[in-house]
């Protein structure tokens, strides 16, 4: 910027300071990390924007002030970092801040000089801490495809035991019984039910004769 050009403002602005308006504004904003803009001037054909100021002043810079500027028919300078900035957008001018920090927090000046008056905004900005989210634990791909792979295997593992388990079960109630090797059959004689007689004898008591039934069964062959 010329130092002449900037001269000429200036005398515009002192020519114009008692017969012009003059309007103080106060506005405080509390912001995060995420981009942020406040509208500062409003340029129309009946009042064009002349010039601009703002002077901004931070809690880390103790005091001290950098600037921003635009001057009517020229571009905007910006001696302040690239956290902040003017921008113009539909004929109006605004202060743009991100990324900013709680040690970025500070009272701002922007001043914005018309042909009739000037308006002068007085912007407190507060910066608070962004509040630190929930770690989630992301579960490689990989390891959900091991987890389930594993899975299956015990599955058929515990399968294949419950059905070795019932088809063994299975296989010895089929299983014929075979006869013990000191077992002795009896003979057929032996084998049929002897019939037994109870004789009643003179004293109460009784006797019991039994009588096969192989030796009747010849008896009687005999007789006939």
């Not at 005091?63 to 028919?73: A, I, K, T, V």
């Not at 990324?99 to 008056?117: D, F, M, V």
């Not at 399968?159 to 000191?182: A, D, F, M, W």
Request: net charge negative.
């Amino acid at each position: 910027m010329g130092g002449g050009k900037l001269w000429f403002v200036l005398l515009l602005r002192l020519m114009f300071l008692t017969d012009s308006e003059v309007v103080q504004e106060y506005l405080e904003k509390t912001i995060g990390k995420e981009p942020d803009v406040t509208p500062l001037c409003t340029n129309t054909t009946e009042n064009v924007i002349s010039f601009i100021v703002c002077k901004i002043r931070t809690e880390m810079r103790q005091g001290e002030e950098c600037r921003l500027l635009y001057q009517y028919g020229q571009d905007f300078v910006h001696e302040c970092d690239s956290r902040f900035t003017l921008v113009k957008e539909n004929h109006t001018v605004f202060l743009r801040v991100i990324n900013l920090t709680p040690k970025e927090s500070g009272n701002h000046i922007c001043e914005c000089t018309y042909l009739s008056g000037t308006h002068t905004l007085h912007l407190n900005i507060t910066v608070k801490e962004d509040e630190v989210p929930a770690t989630v634990t992301h579960i490689p791909l990989s390891y959900v495809y091991i987890g389930v792979t594993i899975f299956i295997i015990v599955i058929c593992i515990i399968l294949g035991c419950v059905y070795t388990k019932r088809r063994h079960g299975r296989q010895t109630e089929t299983e014929p019984i075979t006869s013990q090797p000191n077992t002795i059959l009896p003979t057929e004689a032996e084998a049929i039910e002897p019939y037994s007689v109870f004789i009643q004898t003179e004293n109460g008591l009784y006797t019991t004769a039994r009588i096969h039934s192989l030796n009747m069964r010849t008896n009687n062959m005999s007789n006939t």
